[in-house]
């Protein structure tokens, strides 16, 4: 078994990760990087999801990095496409024109950035990366993590890397399993959290549903329909119990008002309840940004892909897998659907010319690298952030969301759950823009495990809003940089947070170093939708 060594160990290759990397290389320490496809990205690349973002993304407001990395989303779409010259000239260019962001780019892209990103890093040595690797064992002593035992998906063999530093940057929180770091998995009660959306007991087994995303385009008068999956019947007919149709169709709820709508793929449907098209939803590129290419790319990451039968942790692996691919069923069976047998507007029936795209998304097959996953397992915190911390219907009126002292980042978005493994349908309640305290980061006992994804201490309602991709890149970043704060200061987490000077120089150190903002002003955390 081959064994390293380095300073800070950051497992899991994600929007986190990558920027928990990035702030401890930068600050002077040797990092290793792990990530189980072969691109880093997370839900960015790998999982092919647009950035879900807020409307003060282009300000000031946002991290320096993360601003930093959507610029260069930008610069080589300007240096390698054929953009039009409205395009090109345009500094906010928005390369898909999709709905959920003021910026949809294809996955691949950002793949390319980030390489561009690390690029320095490894180049001085700082930075290992290790593709294709995946965690199977922890190696722990008392109260902290030695080593991470990881398996090449290639070679099958291992690799175990000491750190003084260990991340979980990882998708579902591995870590803190592998290493016994004490989490919760599942919805916590209203009897646990008092949350006013919280279920009424804890349900460790309600987990919001993941997603397995597809890239297409349309080639009218061509015939491009996949082999008809092994579920289809059983999505055909299937109804949820949050749902007013089969999983297979157009009809679902609104999540805000939970009001049935009734989509349409290439028109908007106001009338009822669709305001624009499934296809632009989530466009990465659109055919009128560019000179020369004929169709517009799109990623199906809609809610007939939602697979909420069971749930993928707190179940053994062969479970998980199979719900993994009953996810892959699922999604292909939409795509078959639409194919052959979803309704048009114009009386017929079923869209042949839509194709995968396996360019797009780096596949074989089309479908991305990895499932969505919206929620991980979450570590049990010094501090956990409730809905009475950012709900605005939890919050006194006009009062904005909590003041953290010990702020290290921000973010903005709605409490955002999508259905449940419970078969609870969607929380979709209004939320302040909010802080991501320090406490979330630091796990109530282990000294040197941190958390760089949505395995921070929020509950399964908070994690609603503080897990879309601006807010997992500020945690990854602030995990990072804390990781190399304590190692040039001889300190351990916890006294960061509980001694004034500690944490006062430790912030000192995001804002001026990283270009970290810690706080909103009062005009936008007071801001309601």
């Known amino acids: 078994m081959a064994e390293l060594q380095t300073d800070v160990l950051v497992v899991g290759g994600g929007l986190g990760g990558v920027a928990a990397a990035l702030a401890a290389a930068r600050l002077g320490h040797r990092v290793v990087l792990t990530e189980p496809t072969d691109w880093l990205g997370g839900q960015l690349t790998a999982q092919a999801v647009p950035p879900d973002e807020h409307q003060w993304i282009e300000t000031p407001h946002t991290a320096a990095g993360y601003a930093d990395l959507r610029r260069r989303v930008r610069d080589y779409y300007r240096r390698n496409y054929p953009l039009t010259p409205a395009a090109a000239a345009d500094p906010l260019l928005d390369p898909g024109l999709g ?19 690390l690029a320095p890093l490894r180049a001085a040595g700082r930075l290992t990366v290790l593709l294709e690797h995946a965690p199977v064992a922890a190696h722990t002593s008392g109260d902290e993590v030695d080593a991470v035992t990881l398996r090449d998906g290639r070679t099958g063999t291992d690799v175990t890397v ?34 006013p959306h919280a279920p009424a007991v804890t349900d460790p087994f309600d987990q919001q549903a993941v997603s397995w995303c597809f890239a297409l385009d349309h080639r009218p008068g061509e015939d491009h329909t996949v082999d008809r999956p092994a579920g289809y019947d059983h999505w055909r007919r299937t109804v949820a119990p949050f749902w007013p149709g089969p999983q297979l169709s157009w009809r679902d709820v609104v999540p805000i008002t939970l009001r049935e709508r009734e989509w349409r793929l290439f028109e908007a449907n106001p009338g009822a309840e669709a305001p624009f098209s499934l296809w632009r939803f989530r466009r990465v590129l659109a055919r009128k940004q560019l000179t020369g290419v004929d169709s517009d790319v799109t990623v199906v990451n809609w809610p007939q892909i939602d697979y909420w039968e069971r749930p993928l942790l707190g179940v053994g692996p062969d479970e998980q897998s199979a719900a993994l691919a009953a996810s892959r069923d699922l999604s292909l069976s939409f795509l078959h659907w639409m194919q052959t047998e979803a309704p048009r507007p114009d009386g017929g029936t079923g869209y042949p010319g839509l194709r995968l795209r396996p360019d797009v998304t780096g596949t074989a097959d089309g479908l991305a ?65 909010f802080q ?11 000294d040197n495990l941190l958390p760089a994804n949505k395995n921070i201490g929020t509950t399964h309602i908070t994690n609603g809003c503080y897990r879309l991709h601006p807010v997992e890149w500020s945690i990854g970043e602030a995990a990072g940089a804390l990781a190399a704060f304590c190692l040039s200061h001889g300190l351990p987490p916890r ?10 120089d430790f912030q000192r150190l ?3 170093t990283l270009g970290v903002t810690l706080a909103w002003p009062d005009e936008i955390r007071t801001h309601r939708d």
């Open 495 to 504: 006294k960061v947070r509980s001694n004034q000077t500690h944490l006062a």
């Open 436 to 446: 991501i305290p320090l406490g979330a980061l630091i796990p109530q006992r282990v």
């Open 162 to 195: 000491s750190a003084s530093y260990v991340l979980d940057a990882t998708e579902f929180g591995d870590l803190l399993e592998l290493a016994g770091v004490e989490h919760v998995i599942g919805a916590e009660g209203q009897d646990a959290t008092g949350e």
């Open 369 to 433: 690298k990895s499932a969505y996953v919206r929620e991980s397992r979450r570590i049990r915190a010094e501090f956990t952030v409730l809905e009475q911390h950012v709900g605005v219907d939890a919050r006194p009126d006009g009062a904005g969301s909590e003041v953290f002292a010990d702020s290290v980042g921000l973010g903005r978005y709605r409490i955002d759950l999508h259905p449940s493994t419970a078969g609870r349908t969607y929380v979709d309640i209004e939320a302040y823009p």
């Open 99 to 117: 709905i959920v962001s003021r910026f949809c780019h294809e996955p691949r892209v950002a793949v390319a950035v980030l390489d561009e990103l």
């Open 510 to 512: 995001l804002t001026g």
